[in-house]
């Protein structure tokens, strides 16, 4: 369970980008976070793993205040925060094997990691992993050689294997094509229920939120606008949300409906 309460976000002395958020996301849940550019989302997800430091409020994970942590405390903690990135954030001439198990550095001495002599268990559970998500014959791949899926299924995969106890996942399918994207969307919400992990997503496409996750909260200028099951988002709550912007603005593009089963893009 990730409980956020009466979060603040200040740089220096300007209006605060977010302001006095409180947000609950229980285990085996996938929450989109919705809103136009500058609403505070990707904010909230760095003020959540501690990459910007918030202003005032608590952010608790499991009943651990990850918001009063410091040092190797606060290190410990980030290594069950897995984070799924728009833009990859792998080494694109390491293989994928070895971009997977850097997701391991958080729990490993550091002569093992420079010299890249991984656990036996955690080459295991790598492949377990990779094969999972449809990327193990990509394994000695080097990561500059994949499609854009296959890049972020290697960050899926290295975002699990730090076992993590919630995703954060800031627009991880915004570099893809439409229908990649629906690959991966359904790909973190079948990881959620199969692991019961609460999963956060801040997305623009709005029909993905719709069709892929449980919950969506609504942001503008850093308050949230709205918060309730996708069925809910109606008209009125998009008005209150985006302000009047245009719909090529509002990420209301259309979305096919989702596949039965996940394949390899």
Same mark, same amino acid.
């Given at each position: 369970?990730?409980?956020?309460s009466?979060?603040?976000?200040?740089?220096?002395?300007?209006?605060?980008?977010?302001?006095?958020?409180?947000?609950?996301?229980?285990?085996?849940?996938?929450?989109?976070?919705?809103?136009?550019?500058?609403?505070?989302?990707?904010t909230l997800?760095?003020?959540?793993?501690?990459l910007?430091?918030?202003?005032?409020?608590?952010?608790?994970?499991?009943?651990?205040?990850l918001?009063?942590?410091?040092?190797r405390e606060?290190?410990?903690?980030?290594r069950?925060?897995g984070?799924?990135f728009?833009?990859?954030?792998?080494?694109?001439?390491?293989t994928?094997?070895?971009?997977v198990?850097?997701?391991?550095?958080?729990?490993?001495?550091?002569?093992?990691?420079?010299?890249?002599?991984?656990?036996?268990?955690?080459?295991?559970?790598?492949?377990?992993?990779?094969?999972?998500?449809?990327?193990?014959?990509?394994?000695?791949?080097?990561?500059?050689e994949?499609?854009?899926?296959?890049r972020?299924r290697?960050?899926?995969?290295? %975002?699990?294997?730090?076992?993590?106890?919630? &995703?954060? =996942?800031? @627009?991880?399918?915004?570099?893809?094509? !439409?229908?990649? /994207?629906?690959?991966?969307?359904?790909?973190?919400?079948?990881?959620?229920?199969?692991?019961?992990?609460?999963?956060?997503?801040?997305?623009?496409n709005?029909?993905?939120?719709?069709?892929?996750?449980?919950?969506?909260?609504?942001?503008?200028?850093?308050?949230?606008?709205?918060?309730?099951?996708?069925?809910?988002?109606?008209?009125? %709550?998009?008005?209150?949300?985006?302000?009047? &912007?245009? =719909?090529? @603005?509002?990420?209301?593009?259309?979305? !096919?409906?989702? /596949?039965?089963?996940v394949?390899?893009?």
């Amino acid at each position: 369970m990730l409980k956020i309460s009466n979060l603040v976000k200040r740089y220096g002395h300007g209006e605060p980008v977010l302001k006095g958020l409180d947000l609950e996301v229980p285990g085996n849940s996938v929450v989109a976070i919705i809103g136009a550019s500058g609403a505070g989302k990707s904010t909230l997800l760095r003020c959540i793993n501690r990459l910007v430091e918030p202003t005032s409020g608590t952010i608790a994970l499991n009943d651990i205040v990850l918001s009063d942590l410091k040092g190797r405390e606060l290190r410990a903690a980030r290594r069950r925060i897995g984070m799924i990135f728009q833009s990859f954030n792998l080494v694109d001439r390491l293989t994928v094997m070895e971009n997977v198990q850097s997701g391991r550095l958080g729990y490993l001495p550091f002569w093992r990691a420079a010299s890249r002599r991984y656990p036996k268990r955690d080459i295991r559970r790598a492949y377990e992993l990779m094969e999972r998500v449809g990327i193990a014959h990509y394994a000695n791949k080097r990561a500059d050689e994949l499609s854009g899926g296959e890049r972020q299924r290697v960050g899926v995969v290295r %975002a699990l294997m730090q076992e993590p106890e919630i &995703l954060l =996942a800031d @627009e991880p399918t915004a570099s893809l094509d !439409p229908k990649t /994207s629906e690959q991966i969307m359904e790909l973190l919400r079948s990881l959620s229920a199969e692991f019961a992990l609460p999963v956060l997503i801040n997305i623009h496409n709005v029909a993905e939120a719709r069709l892929y996750t449980d919950r969506i909260v609504g942001m503008r200028y850093g308050k949230i606008m709205f918060d309730a099951e996708p069925s809910r988002l109606d008209k009125a %709550a998009m008005d209150e949300i985006y302000a009047g &912007l245009p =719909a090529e @603005e509002r990420g209301e593009e259309e979305t !096919p409906a989702p /596949s039965l089963q996940v394949s390899a893009a």
